[in-house]
């Protein structure tokens, strides 16, 4: 029944792709690059997050000032009794004189930051879904996929804690609820809930850890992407050039028309539609005022842990956060593999040329001493728990010396020819 479904998964994504074919042509189909768009937009979030860093300050005070300095906001004149002086068209007036000088396209810079992280966390869980469719997540893959897993949740991690950063009334509440969520763990709970701010309250170092996880925890990504490739024989690891520049134009679109600023009372009275996020109003940073606001705006590819926790408590969000990553966990091992065709070696006919084992993607054909006496020196040997199947040494040997049981080698070769023009 599983499996059944997997078939059809399958087919329905082949299918899929094969329709993108038509409008992309099968060279630049950016479904073809679901491992190497994640990489990519990793890429924009390294060079913006250092860029943002040069005028990033990791502290109490100036971290909410810092960021908005970054995004250049401008400030309107008011009036004695504080109200905008608006124009005789409406608009408020700009007040040249104290108007943040800020960095130019710093908003832009980091709406490229922003808009970075929102397409790497949906071109991560298009890979997912689309290795878990095509059946390609299971057998000698579980540790690309456990280790995706282990991405995935990184990815999360950093985007957090990128969102804590800015330090503004959603951050506040963000750590109030964290800290909650973690104070729910039995025996560790009150020490990580403290380990996270760095003391038994919000206090000078707060704003570091929080730097340190953001930073560490992407540094990490890069490690735990090696560890995802270390089973990978050749990785895609760069989209076609229209696949990039499509990208790229995606993120620089949403970047300019919807730059990461925080939102301030002005730019509220400009834009009443903003008035459901007056509780990021503050004249100084509303996070150090400590009020709890009442609302949070959640990003739904970030922050939805946070949604849960409102929704269905602490505890219902350790369940169903919890149970989804052990889902995710357990997917490669279901159901369970019969591997009854790996690669076998017909002692007969291997000469030990080596070919096969040179030529295995996963390094699963070793070559081995014969015993004394025999005509040839060396024997392919096959090491069962690397071998996944494939088929290349089949068509590596040129003495028909080594095959899969349960396929012939004609079907092999139809298979790797049908692949081939897919692209799957
Ligand atoms: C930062 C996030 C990630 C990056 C940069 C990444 C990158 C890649 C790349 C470049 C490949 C090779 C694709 C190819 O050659 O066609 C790959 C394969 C794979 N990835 Fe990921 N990945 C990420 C997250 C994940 C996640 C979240 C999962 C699943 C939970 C996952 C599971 C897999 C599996 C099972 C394969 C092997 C697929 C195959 O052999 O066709 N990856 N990944
Ligand atoms: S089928 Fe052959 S080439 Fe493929 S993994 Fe097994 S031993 Fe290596
Ligand atoms: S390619 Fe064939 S003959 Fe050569 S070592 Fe491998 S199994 Fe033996």
């Given at each position: 029944m599983y499996k059944k479904f997997l078939q059809l998964t399958k087919n329905l994504t082949v299918s899929l792709e094969k329709g993108v074919n038509f409008l992309t042509t099968h060279e630049h189909n950016p479904l073809y690059f679901h491992g190497a768009l994640p990489l990519y937009t990793f890429w924009f979030l390294i060079f913006s997050g250092i860029m943002l860093w040069m005028y990033?300050?990791?502290?109490?005070?100036r971290a909410w000032s810092s960021v908005n300095y970054i995004t250049s906001l401008p400030v309107f004149l008011k009036d004695a009794a504080g109200h905008l002086v608006l124009d005789k068209n409406g608009a408020p007036i700009v007040d040249a004189v104290n108007s943040?000088?800020?960095?130019?396209?710093g908003a832009v810079v980091r709406g490229i930051h922003r808009w970075g992280a929102a397409a790497m966390m949906i071109t991560t869980l298009l890979h997912m879904f689309r290795v878990y469719f095509t059946d390609r997540h299971r057998s000698w893959r579980w540790l690309p996929w456990i280790s995706g897993v282990f991405l995935l949740l990184f990815v999360l991690f950093v985007g957090i804690t990128g969102y804590l950063l800015v330090w503004d009334a959603r951050a506040y509440r963000m750590v109030v609820e964290t800290q909650d969520w973690l104070r729910?763990?039995?025996?560790?709970g009150n020490w990580s809930a403290e380990f996270l701010v760095g003391g038994?309250?919000?206090?000078?170092?707060t704003l570091t850890r929080f730097f340190f996880f953001h930073i560490g925890g992407a540094t990490l990504l890069f490690v735990l992407v090696w560890v995802h490739f270390?089973?990978?024989?050749?990785?895609?690891?760069t989209p076609s050039r229209a696949t990039n520049f499509l990208t790229l134009g995606f993120i620089l679109v949403a970047a300019g028309a919807l730059p990461a600023i925080n939102i301030t009372e002005q730019l509220i009275q400009q834009f009443?539609?903003?008035?459901?996020?007056?509780?990021?109003?503050?004249?100084?940073?509303p996070a150090q005022i400590g009020v709890l606001v009442e609302t949070m705006r959640y990003?739904?590819?970030?922050?939805f842990p946070y949604y849960l926790i409102n929704k269905a408590g602490v505890g219902g969000a350790w369940a169903i956060l919890g149970a989804s990553t052990l889902l995710l966990m357990v997917a490669p091992f279901?159901?369970?593999?019969?591997?009854?065709n790996l690669a076998a070696v017909i002692e007969a006919k291997c000469?030990?040329?080596?070919f096969c084992s040179l030529d295995c993607p996963f390094e699963a054909i070793t070559m081995q001493e014969r015993a004394?006496?025999?005509?040839?020196?060396l024997i392919a040997v096959v090491q069962e728990a690397r071998?996944?199947?494939?088929?290349v040494c089949v068509g590596a040997c040129p003495f028909q010396?080594?095959?899969?049981?349960?396929?012939h080698s004609k079907t092999i070769e139809a298979e790797v020819l049908d692949l081939l023009k897919t692209g799957a």
């Open positions: 990033y300050i990791p502290t109490l005070e943040a000088t800020g960095i130019p396209y729910a763990m039995p025996l560790i038994t309250g919000i206090n000078d170092y270390i089973r990978l024989h050749d990785p895609v690891v009443p539609s903003l008035a459901s996020d007056r509780a990021y109003i503050g004249s100084d940073s990003d739904a590819w970030y922050l279901y159901p369970k593999d019969r591997r009854d000469t030990g040329c080596t004394p006496g025999s005509k040839f020196k071998c996944s199947e494939c088929g010396a080594i095959e899969l049981p349960n396929t």
